[in-house]
């Protein structure tokens, strides 16, 4: 792997859709920077901080959330004279998205009074009442098309269909939820999935035209759906939950065909390769060197010297640091917090938030773990590659660490003081996006070999 070296950054930084730039927020000014010199292509200066950025699908327009305001700032790259800003006055903006087409923008208002669709072609703008969630309950269709959108009226949860041409809203059916959390159109477009509230464990299979196909509820009396995702092929849909299992429905008759467990201790018969991270120091005398403390690589320690990091494979039985969430405390960190999908659907990651250093990989062919990660620190973030079998992820470390089917391994690096606390892959999975409390770089991924061959101290 090669690295660029660090900027700084102030707030959020993104890929474009087309993989040409990457978008950096520093304080109030939108720097654009070209992905393959990594030169301002563009500078733009907005009204206050930066606190949200999202490219149009098309990469040719790009919002900025200016929620402190709150305002909504969008530029072109193409006609850098071009502006638009969006104030709703005193309703406020607390959230913003673009549409499919790349020609509307969808804010949210303070207080969820509003949503209103904003046109860049003619100044148009729609208004839907009483849209449930500010960040969340809206999702487009594949084809962009339709949009779902939640709204809440009368003390009950209900999914507006609009068309996202004209924006009419071509359909609208209450939900059996008592506090809709969010919603998801499948990747077919065939079911949209509702589910509940953490308080109540209740996930429901809508088709668009409102008729429900399946509610799941696995039990009752207890802290419900956490975290749910449709695999890219469309056929399964994983619900984690705060029982600390993953259940993963099918899409012909909606029943569970896998439940995984995490346990705290795993033992014998089991499969999977179990990697633990460790330390290793690297004995080099330098005693007679004299360096400055820029040139010492991030790697080092200065009572210990230099740390080489890297995996060993464990012996059963094992058993992975168990945090018990204090019972007086809302939002308790247990359960599925984190869980995404491989591209071919055939592997899926998951974290239980109770036991935040070890990340789990599963394989939905053999119905079993296929390895688990137990890393020192807690796992931030954990990102498939867009192209092929590959998981990387972050603790906060200057390290990276990624998993193939053929094993795993660690990589350092070179920029000296920068603690990897989150990463974003860009669509070609060619390029990684890596960033520090304020400061980021970027990472170019070579292709993985047909028969990888790493081993788990590269």
Same mark, same amino acid.
């Given at each position: 792997m090669e690295f660029t070296e660090a900027y700084k950054q102030t707030g959020p930084c993104c890929f474009s859709p087309n993989s040409r730039y990457v978008a950096v927020a520093n304080d109030y000014r939108l720097v654009i920077r070209d992905t393959f010199s990594f030169q301002v292509v563009q500078l733009f200066s907005c009204l206050d901080k930066i606190s949200y950025i999202e490219w149009a699908l098309d990469s040719e327009y790009i919002l900025c959330g200016l929620y402190k305001k709150p305002m909504i700032q969008a530029w072109s790259l193409s006609q850098p004279e071009w502006t638009c800003k969006i104030d709703e006055g005193p309703a406020g903006v607390s959230y913003a998205r673009w549409s499919p087409d790349s020609r509307h923008i969808l804010t949210t208002s303070e207080f969820q009074l509003r949503l209103t669709v904003w046109s860049l072609l003619n100044t148009a703008c729609v208004h839907v009442q009483w849209p449930k969630h500010g960040s969340k309950g809206v999702s487009f269709n594949k084809d962009g098309k339709f949009a779902a959108i939640c709204t809440r009226r009368d003390c009950k949860d209900y999914?507006?269909?609009?068309? @996202?041409?004209?924006? *009419?809203?071509?359909?609208?059916?209450?939900?059996?939820?008592? $506090?809709?959390?969010?919603? *998801?159109?499948?990747?077919?477009?065939?079911?949209?999935?509702?589910?509940?509230?953490?308080? *109540?464990?209740?996930?429901?299979?809508?088709?668009? $035209?409102?008729? @429900?196909?399946?509610?799941?509820?696995?039990? *009752? @009396?207890?802290?419900?759906?956490?975290?749910?995702?449709?695999?890219? @092929?469309?056929?399964?849909?994983?619900?984690?939950?705060? $029982?600390?299992?993953?259940?993963?429905?099918?899409?012909?008759?909606?029943?569970?065909?896998a439940e995984f467990l995490h346990l705290s201790t795993v033992r014998a018969p089991c499969f999977a390769a179990i990697f633990k991270e460790i330390d290793e120091p690297l004995q080099l005398d330098m005693s007679e060197l004299s360096l400055d403390d820029n040139f010492m690589p991030s790697n080092y320690d200065a009572s210990e010297g230099y740390i080489s990091v890297r995996y060993e494979v464990m012996e059963l039985p094992v058993t992975f640091p168990f945090q018990k969430p204090p019972a007086d405390k809302p939002n308790p960190k247990q359960g599925v917090g984190l869980l995404a999908w491989s591209k071919d659907s055939q592997y899926i990651c998951t974290r239980n938030d109770s036991m935040p250093t070890a990340l789990w990989i599963w394989d939905m062919q053999r119905l079993e773990v296929a390895a688990i990660l137990v890393q020192k620190e807690p796992i931030r973030a954990a990102v498939w590659d867009p192209t092929c079998t590959r998981l990387l992820l972050c603790t906060g470390s200057s390290h990276l660490y990624m998993w193939t089917p053929s094993g795993a391994f660690c990589v350092c690096s070179p920029l000296p003081g920068f603690s990897i606390t989150d990463l974003k892959w860009n669509i070609d999975g060619s390029c990684l996006l890596l960033k520090d409390k304020d400061a980021f770089c970027c990472a170019t991924v070579p292709p993985l070999p047909e028969s990888s061959d790493y081993s788990s101290d590269d």
């Open positions: 999914v507006n269909l609009l068309s @996202c041409q004209s924006w *009419e809203i071509m359909g609208s059916f209450a939900v059996d939820t008592l $506090d809709l959390a969010d919603l *998801e159109w499948s990747p077919d477009d065939s079911s949209i999935v509702v589910w509940d509230s953490p308080l *109540e464990y209740k996930v429901l299979i809508y088709s668009p $035209d409102g008729r @429900c196909l399946f509610k799941y509820q696995a039990y *009752e @009396c207890g802290l419900g759906v956490k975290t749910v995702s449709w695999s890219p @092929c469309g056929q399964f849909l994983a619900i984690g939950s705060y $029982d600390q299992m993953l259940r993963v429905l099918n899409h012909l008759t909606w029943k569970t065909f």
